[in-house]
């Protein structure tokens, strides 16, 4: 189970960072449209459409990204006196909202590959003048729902105890 969170987070981790130089595109295509519109008067027909899409990419993957990280907002007003308390009511808690979680995840999952699959078969477009294919937009929504359920999972491992935390283990020079 060690190898499995491991790996899980690591590959979070790379994701996640992927997920941030879009953002680091998004702000780059900005500046772009900002000094081309302004400056020169010459707007793109892409930017638009560009920033829309990568961010809602980088949003969509960086959710395993901040789920590894343990930043994804909890409800501490009931969560924070359960897990206070410890033992075993602490991980029924964990267990059910895991349960929930992954309901969430699995919903994400297949609807958003029938979505991808429907775009890549219709080569649908955005209709625009620039008309860029959708499919990547699309195919991030199961992509980002089956790496949140797999660190869920990780998490899950850990808080039950079953896995060491990885965060809390040092490298050893590694």
């Given amino acids: 189970m060690n190898h499995y969170v491991r790996f899980v987070g690591h590959v979070n981790e790379w994701v996640g960072r992927i997920a941030g130089l879009l953002i680091v595109a998004v702000v780059l295509i900005i500046l772009k449209e900002v ?10 027909l892409w930017a638009d459409e560009s920033m829309t899409y990568l961010a809602g990419m980088a949003y969509a993957l960086g959710g395993g990204f901040t789920l590894l990280h343990r930043k994804h907002v909890i409800v501490d ?16 808690v964990d267990i059910i909202a895991f349960c929930l979680f992954s309901i969430y995840c699995l919903t994400l999952i297949y609807f958003g590959w029938e979505l991808a699959i429907a775009s890549i078969r219709e080569h649908e477009g955005s209709g625009t003048l620039w008309n860029p294919a959708l499919w990547p937009v699309k195919l991030a929504i199961p992509v980002a729902g089956a790496l949140l359920l797999l660190q869920g999972l990780a998490n899950l491992l850990v808080d039950l105890g079953l896995a060491p935390n990885p965060a809390a283990e040092t490298d050893h020079g590694r």
């Fill in 35 to 44: 000094i081309g519109r302004g400056v020169f008067n010459a707007p793109s």
């Fill in 77 to 92: 007003l009931v969560y924070q006196p359960i897990a206070d308390r410890g033992g075993n009511l602490k991980k029924i």
